[in-house]
Protein backbone atom coordinates (compact mmCIF):
# COMPACT_ATOMS: atom_id res chain seq x y z
CA UNK A 1 0.00 0.00 0.00
CA UNK A 2 1.31 3.51 -0.76
CA UNK A 3 0.71 6.47 1.33
CA UNK A 4 0.50 9.07 -1.66
CA UNK A 5 -0.87 9.11 -5.53
CA UNK A 6 0.58 11.16 -8.18
CA UNK A 7 -1.86 13.30 -9.97
CA UNK A 8 -0.78 14.06 -13.84
CA UNK A 9 -2.09 17.53 -14.47
CA UNK A 10 -2.09 20.04 -17.90
CA UNK A 11 0.75 21.86 -17.99
CA UNK A 12 0.49 25.73 -18.37
CA UNK A 13 1.93 25.91 -21.38
CA UNK A 14 -0.66 23.61 -22.85
CA UNK A 15 -3.15 25.04 -21.27
CA UNK A 16 -2.43 28.77 -22.53
CA UNK A 17 -2.47 27.32 -26.30
CA UNK A 18 -5.43 25.82 -25.64
CA UNK A 19 -6.97 29.51 -24.55
CA UNK A 20 -5.21 31.07 -27.13
CA UNK A 21 -6.77 28.43 -29.79
CA UNK A 22 -10.17 28.44 -28.84
CA UNK A 23 -10.79 31.97 -28.75
CA UNK A 24 -9.13 32.52 -32.38
CA UNK A 25 -11.53 29.47 -33.13
CA UNK A 26 -14.21 31.23 -31.52
CA UNK A 27 -13.09 34.76 -33.47
CA UNK A 28 -13.30 32.61 -36.52
CA UNK A 29 -16.71 31.17 -35.99
CA UNK A 30 -17.98 34.85 -34.98
CA UNK A 31 -18.42 33.97 -30.81
CA UNK A 32 -16.69 36.13 -28.85
CA UNK A 33 -15.52 32.99 -26.34
CA UNK A 34 -14.39 32.90 -22.91
CA UNK A 35 -12.10 29.85 -22.38
CA UNK A 36 -11.13 28.14 -18.67
CA UNK A 37 -8.64 25.10 -18.52
CA UNK A 38 -8.31 23.54 -14.96
CA UNK A 39 -6.84 20.64 -13.83
CA UNK A 40 -7.86 17.24 -12.63
CA UNK A 41 -8.77 19.44 -8.79
CA UNK A 42 -10.64 21.94 -10.65
CA UNK A 43 -7.71 24.54 -9.96
CA UNK A 44 -8.00 27.02 -12.54
CA UNK A 45 -4.33 26.49 -14.93
CA UNK A 46 -5.43 29.17 -17.87
CA UNK A 47 -8.25 31.37 -18.85
CA UNK A 48 -9.23 34.19 -21.65
CA UNK A 49 -11.60 35.81 -23.16
CA UNK A 50 -12.11 37.99 -26.30
CA UNK A 51 -12.65 41.38 -26.38
CA UNK A 52 -16.37 42.46 -25.67
CA UNK A 53 -16.85 39.15 -24.65
CA UNK A 54 -20.75 38.67 -21.87
CA UNK A 55 -19.77 39.06 -18.69
CA UNK A 56 -21.18 35.71 -17.15
CA UNK A 57 -19.64 33.89 -19.87
CA UNK A 58 -16.54 33.75 -17.35
CA UNK A 59 -18.44 32.10 -15.00
CA UNK A 60 -20.19 29.64 -17.52
CA UNK A 61 -17.32 28.78 -18.93
CA UNK A 62 -14.95 27.51 -15.36
CA UNK A 63 -18.16 25.90 -14.62
CA UNK A 64 -18.34 23.79 -17.89
CA UNK A 65 -14.57 22.96 -17.25
CA UNK A 66 -14.99 21.87 -13.94
CA UNK A 67 -17.90 19.48 -14.74
CA UNK A 68 -15.56 18.12 -17.73
CA UNK A 69 -12.36 17.69 -15.66
CA UNK A 70 -14.59 16.32 -12.94
CA UNK A 71 -16.65 13.77 -14.57
CA UNK A 72 -14.04 13.14 -17.08
CA UNK A 73 -17.05 13.81 -19.74
CA UNK A 74 -18.46 16.12 -22.04
CA UNK A 75 -20.60 18.39 -19.94
CA UNK A 76 -23.04 18.14 -23.08
CA UNK A 77 -22.98 14.43 -21.82
CA UNK A 78 -24.93 14.62 -18.10
CA UNK A 79 -27.42 12.70 -17.95
CA UNK A 80 -31.16 14.56 -18.18
CA UNK A 81 -32.15 13.27 -14.42
CA UNK A 82 -28.78 14.61 -13.12
CA UNK A 83 -29.41 17.80 -14.84
CA UNK A 84 -30.76 19.71 -12.28
CA UNK A 85 -29.67 17.91 -9.28
CA UNK A 86 -25.87 17.36 -10.02
CA UNK A 87 -26.07 21.49 -10.40
CA UNK A 88 -28.01 22.12 -6.70
CA UNK A 89 -25.99 19.58 -5.42
CA UNK A 90 -22.83 20.74 -5.82
CA UNK A 91 -23.30 24.86 -5.35
CA UNK A 92 -23.33 25.09 -8.88
CA UNK A 93 -20.12 24.00 -9.71
CA UNK A 94 -21.22 21.17 -12.34
CA UNK A 95 -23.53 22.18 -15.80
CA UNK A 96 -25.21 20.55 -18.34
CA UNK A 97 -24.61 23.28 -20.41
CA UNK A 98 -22.86 21.98 -23.82
CA UNK A 99 -18.94 23.56 -24.25
CA UNK A 100 -17.23 21.55 -21.45
CA UNK A 101 -15.01 18.89 -22.29
CA UNK A 102 -12.19 16.83 -20.46
CA UNK A 103 -8.82 17.23 -21.68
CA UNK A 104 -6.45 14.01 -21.95
CA UNK A 105 -3.23 12.84 -23.58
CA UNK A 106 -2.91 9.76 -25.02
CA UNK A 107 -5.55 9.01 -22.28
CA UNK A 108 -4.21 9.94 -19.80
CA UNK A 109 -6.83 12.91 -18.22
CA UNK A 110 -5.10 15.93 -17.42
CA UNK A 111 -7.78 18.75 -16.83
CA UNK A 112 -10.66 20.06 -18.54
CA UNK A 113 -11.51 22.72 -20.82
CA UNK A 114 -14.86 25.55 -20.85
CA UNK A 115 -15.82 27.46 -24.00
CA UNK A 116 -18.59 29.94 -23.56
CA UNK A 117 -19.65 32.53 -25.37
CA UNK A 118 -21.79 31.25 -28.03
CA UNK A 119 -24.77 28.89 -28.23
CA UNK A 120 -23.72 25.79 -26.61
CA UNK A 121 -23.66 24.14 -29.93
CA UNK A 122 -20.93 26.31 -30.90
CA UNK A 123 -19.35 26.00 -27.87
CA UNK A 124 -19.28 22.13 -28.49
CA UNK A 125 -17.62 22.67 -31.63
CA UNK A 126 -14.68 25.34 -30.64
CA UNK A 127 -14.18 22.52 -27.76
CA UNK A 128 -14.07 19.81 -29.88
CA UNK A 129 -11.64 21.95 -32.32
CA UNK A 130 -9.46 23.26 -29.76
CA UNK A 131 -8.37 19.58 -28.50
CA UNK A 132 -7.91 18.90 -32.13
CA UNK A 133 -5.49 21.72 -32.64
CA UNK A 134 -3.32 21.11 -29.79
CA UNK A 135 -3.48 17.19 -29.98
CA UNK A 136 -5.55 15.72 -27.41
CA UNK A 137 -7.61 13.04 -27.61
CA UNK A 138 -11.02 13.16 -28.76
CA UNK A 139 -13.87 13.83 -26.23
CA UNK A 140 -16.61 11.20 -26.05
CA UNK A 141 -19.65 12.12 -27.87
Given at each position: ?51 GA ?28 LA ?58
Open positions: MTDYLTTQTISYEAAARAVETAIRLGAEAGVRAVVTVVDPSLNPVAMGRADTPHSLETSRRKADTAASTRRPSVLMRPDVALPLGTGGILTSIGGGVPIQFDGVHVGGLGVAGGTPEQDVEIAAATLAAIGADEAAK
